[in-house]
């Protein structure tokens, strides 16, 4: 990679609990991610993918190697460094039912963080919030009600409207779309990749679903029992449908009902021919 990367991972572990209660579940990662790029993150359910992301959020942590963010490492960065790059590091979690804060209006929601730190005026930040409400399919209606009032694949717009709020240059995002109607995904999906073209935004996107990953991710890393065990560009590494990799993930795709692949196969293909015209 000629650039400056964005991010960099270098043999990273991720440990969870102490003592002889420690378990590492991810080993020896190394990777990085360009100004723009967007990664996919791949693996069976347990190859540690989530804890990849979660490490590089300060969620998990990392027991060895190292993680730079534009530059600075913040493998163990306090509390108060990581609030210095919240508006240039995002994510979005699988399970939108959690992530909401339920007391709050969804202004609330969305302005808050950038209004606190300084970064935007109430007023701006409220017109950014209308108008990414618009943009993720809920209208700026949505700005006057509680999350209580939102079905989960509403409130997972919610949360990516909020991770878009402050124009980040990284979004981690931990299977964003997986909880999601396969419409309302193909929406998402859109609106993730507009966005990284008008913006430049570069994403880390872990999923189970290889058609997700494909559409969304210029590179992909394959994760297997803790390790990156293949990467390549997408295309290359789904253009060999006999590849060891590539059968191993498409046996573990999530769901096996052959309708509702049909289906889902249907949509993507439908998703993919429009992005392309
Ligand atoms: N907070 C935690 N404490 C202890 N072990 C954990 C914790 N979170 C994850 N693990 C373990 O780490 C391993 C990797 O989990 P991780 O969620 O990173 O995998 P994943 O590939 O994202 O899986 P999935 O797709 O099912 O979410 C699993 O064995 C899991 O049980």
């Not at 990664?39 to 730079?68: D, N, P, T």
């Not at 006057?144 to 990516?160: E, N």
């Not at 240059?169 to 309302?184: G, K, M, N, T």
């Amino acid at each position: 990679m000629s650039e400056t990367p964005l991010l960099s991972v270098d043999n990273l572990d991720v440990t969870y609990g102490h003592g002889r209660r420690a378990s590492t579940p991810v080993h020896n990662v190394s990777f990085e991610i360009g100004p723009g790029e967007s990664v996919g993150l791949v693996g069976e359910s347990g190859s540690g993918k989530s804890s990849v992301g979660r490490a590089i959020l300060g969620l998990a942590q990392a027991s060895a190697g190292r993680i730079m963010f534009d530059g600075n490492d913040i493998t163990h960065a306090s509390r108060r460094e990581r609030q210095g790059i919240s508006s240039e590091l995002q994510v979005v979690f699988q399970d939108p039912r959690s992530s909401l804060n339920e007391a709050k209006r969804i202004r609330d929601i969305l302005t808050e963080p950038l209004v606190a730190s300084r970064r935007q005026t109430r007023a701006q930040a409220r017109d950014r919030a209308a108008e990414l409400l618009e943009r993720v399919g809920l209208g700026a209606a949505a700005m006057d009600k509680l999350p209580g009032a939102f079905s989960g694949g509403q409130r997972q717009r919610i949360a990516i409207a909020r991770a878009l709020m402050s124009g980040p240059r990284l979004i981690i995002c931990d299977e964003p779309v997986s909880a999601l109607d396969l419409s309302v995904q193909a929406q998402i999906i859109n609106l993730l990749r507009q966005e990284q073209r008008e913006t430049g935004v570069a994403y880390l996107f872990v999923a189970h679903d290889l058609s997700v990953v494909r559409l969304m991710s210029e590179r992909v890393l394959v994760m297997s029992r803790g390790y990156v065990v293949e990467q390549g560009q997408t295309q290359q590494v789904y253009a060999d449908p006999q590849h060891p990799y590539t059968q191993r993930l498409l046996a573990a795709e999530p769901d096996p009902d052959p309708a509702i692949q049909r289906e889902r196969r249907a949509a993507w293909a439908a998703l993919a021919s429009e992005s392309k015209s």
